[in-house]
């Protein structure tokens, strides 16, 4: 029971930790391939470590919304890392007061606050990026519906820790097509809804072009810290779903016993290495899409994630 | 449902190379770009060649493994490679301009899917389940083939449509067993030989229309436009 609890925090301990390593590595990563040098893997954390102890500026205008919505935003992916399944196979203490369509909500609600923060303050670039992030989202939202619907008919269950055991066992579920197809809309509904290549430039400066950093640009200080690693969290999460329920159900303790529990540390920390070794290939070979294209980049994953169902019903 | 038992991972994996196909066949009505479609085309036929390989593995029929070589060798390799040579010396405009948009075709797609899934699995219900569940899906492989030929005007994209629906032939016929060597060499042959043709005629339109619209084609009949 205690232990439970136990491993359960120290879950959300791994996402709150090595989140902002996940981005380090990928801008190294990224610099790497364009054959330059690149800031140390451990800039995000000094990043942070700077804007905590800087002061904040705060428009007279912005209402109470605007304080808040950092805090909502960091509690979002911290309050989702509780449920899903980052170190153990066997559910843990809270793993059932949400499923995964709770997880999904949660996440849209920082999101939301962030959205309203960034309408708040009469920042003209925050109300554009306001807007097209809401674009993308009510367009990965049928994708994101269809894809966990499918999973939980799969499973027989909305619970992650289900889901991931009914692909690994036997290892023949694997292999289904429909499964195939449901990880290939998946991985493009996580490049939509992180900001990556093909749908916005994470990296990008240009405030016109922005699609999902231009919310905080208008945060200093502590607020901004909150912001960035709470970016840098989701995309952890969202990461950590993707491998540890569909990808890759394998390397996370099957017992209760410490030493497997810290086993399993190395092995996400490695899978999300290797997803990373991915991610930098997808974003240093595409080119960002024209705005009006990206209605046609989640369509085609919204099709997949359709034919995923249709393959599935008729019990293939 | 009765056939769920003889899931094995065999089966399975056979399956995830036709759903594949299925996939790829959908990269390919997303592509807006005729280089980038050819070589979606190759992609298509490298899977397919995979799916072949497979089969030949698990129906211990050697035979299979000559098929997968040829869709390997001439699907995969040499038609791309010709028909990218052939856009680049006729100087083509490399867009490619669609009947209706891409996302409407895509949902028109999924329609083909559901209805070749719905018609297949019923008919063929007491017959071998690899083969059953593969034809399904490669008939989704022939009716998106067929959906690109329509929705395309380039003549290009309807030779890759059409190379794309004889990938889900080649690909139902192999799900079966004891297809003879014999024929599949004719057939790969007939499709080199459609090639062929299918190349001077559009050398031909290219040369008395200026272009591989097929819309073309309608004027010189007297038709509308």
Same mark, same amino acid.
Request: charge should be neutral; glycine fraction near 8%; aromatic fraction near 12%.
């Given at each position: 029971?205690?232990?439970?609890i ?6 959300v ?9 996940a981005?380090g ?7 790497i ?13 000094r990043d942070l470590w ?5 002061d ?9 919304i ?6 909502? %935003? ?8 509780l ?6 196979r066997?559910?843990l ?5 949400? *499923?995964?369509? &709770? ?5 849209? =609600? ?5 959205t309203?923060?960034?309408v *708040? ?6 109300p554009? &990026? ?15 519906i ?12 909305? #619970? ?6 009914h692909?690994?066992?036997p ?10 197809? =449901? =990880?290939? %809309?998946?991985?493009m509904?996580?490049?939509?809804? *992180?900001?990556?290549i093909?749908? *916005?430039?994470?990296?990008g ?5 922005m699609?999902?950093?231009s ?9 901004a810290a909150?912001i960035k690693?709470?970016?840098?969290m989701?995309?952890?999460?969202l990461?950590?779903?993707? =491998?540890n ?9 099957a ?6 529990v810290?086993? %399993? ?9 290797l997803f #990373?070794l ?7 070979s ?5 705005l ?6 989640l369509? %085609? ?6 034919v995923?169902m249709?393959?599935?019903l008729?019990?293939? | 449902m ?7 991972l065999?089966f ?8 594949l196909?299925?996939l ?8 807006d770009r ?7 085309l ?25 098929t997968?070589?040829i ?5 995969a390799i040499l038609?791309?490679?010709?028909l990218? +040579?052939m ?10 301009e669609?009947?209706g948009g ?11 899917v559901?209805?070749s ?5 019923p008919?063929t219900?007491h017959?071998?389940?690899?083969a059953?569940?593969d034809i ?6 022939v009716l ?5 030929? $329509?929705t395309r005007?380039?003549a290009i994209s309807?030779?890759?449509?059409f190379?794309s629906?004889?990938?889900g032939i ?5 799900g079966?067993r ?10 790969a042959f007939?499709?080199?030989i459609?090639?062929?043709v299918?190349? $001077?005629?559009?050398?031909?339109? +290219?040369e +008395? ?12 009949r007297?038709?509308?436009?």
């Open positions: 029971m205690l232990e439970r136990l491993y359960n925090l120290l879950q301990a791994i996402v709150v930790g090595f989140a902002p390593l981005e590595v990928t801008t190294r990563l990224k610099e391939l364009q054959s330059k040098r690149g800031p140390s893997i451990f800039q995000p954390y700077k804007l905590l102890h800087k904040e500026v705060v428009s007279d205008y912005a209402s109470w605007f304080r808040t919505a950092p805090y909502v %935003a960091f509690v979002a992916p911290v309050f989702v890392a449920l899903i399944p980052v170190l153990t066997y559910p203490e809270f793993a059932f007061m949400g *499923d995964m369509l &709770g997880g999904g909500f949660i996440l849209a =609600l920082g999101g939301f606050f962030t309203l923060a960034a *708040d303050t009469g920042n003209p670039y925050g554009m &990026g306001a807007s097209r992030t809401r674009m993308v989202g009510f367009l990965a939202e049928p994708v994101f269809v894809v966990f619907l499918t999973v939980s008919f799969v499973a027989g269950s909305t #619970i992650p820790y289900i889901v991931q055991t692909w690994s066992t290892i023949a579920n694997f292999f289904e097509p429909s499964h195939i197809l =449901l =990880l290939i %809309a998946f991985l509904l996580i490049l939509a809804e *992180d900001g990556r093909p749908v *916005d430039n994470p990296s400066l240009f405030e016109l072009a699609i999902d950093r919310k905080g640009l208008e945060y200093s200080g502590r607020s909150l690693w709470a970016g840098a989701k995309f952890f999460v990461i950590t779903i993707f =491998l329920v569909l990808v890759t159900p394998w390397g996370l303790a017992t209760a016993a410490p030493i497997d810290l086993v %399993a540390i190395p092995c996400v920390l490695l899978k999300v290495f #990373i991915v991610l930098v290939y997808i974003e240093s595409l080119a960002k899409l024209r009006f294209r990206i209605t046609e980049f369509g %085609a994953a919204f099709v997949i994630s359709v995923a249709i393959t599935r008729s019990a293939i | 009765p056939w769920v038992d003889t899931h094995g065999s399975d994996i056979a399956h995830m190379l036709a759903g196909l299925v790829v066949s959908f990269m390919m009505l997303y592509q005729l280089t980038a479609l050819l070589h979606v190759g992609l298509h036929a490298f899977v397919l060649a995979l799916s072949v390989a497979w089969q030949a593995h698990i129906q211990d029929a050697p035979h299979l493994y000559i997968a070589g869709a390997l060798a001439f699907k038609i791309p490679y010709a990218r +040579r856009v680049f010396q006729m100087g083509l405009h490399r867009e490619i669609t009947v891409i996302g409407i075709t895509m949902l028109a797609g999924i329609a083909l559901a209805l899934l719905e018609v297949m699995l008919v219900a017959t071998d389940p690899v059953r569940e399904a899906l490669a008939l989704s492989v998106i083939g067929l959906l690109m030929m $329509v005007r380039n309807q030779v890759v449509g190379m629906l004889e990938n080649n690909l139902a016929a192999t079966a004891g297809m003879p060597l014999v024929v599949e060499i004719s057939v007939s499709i080199l459609a090639f062929i299918v190349g $001077v005629f559009l050398f031909r339109i +290219r +008395r229309f200026d272009t591989v619209d097929v819309g073309a084609l309608d004027r010189s007297g038709g509308e436009k």
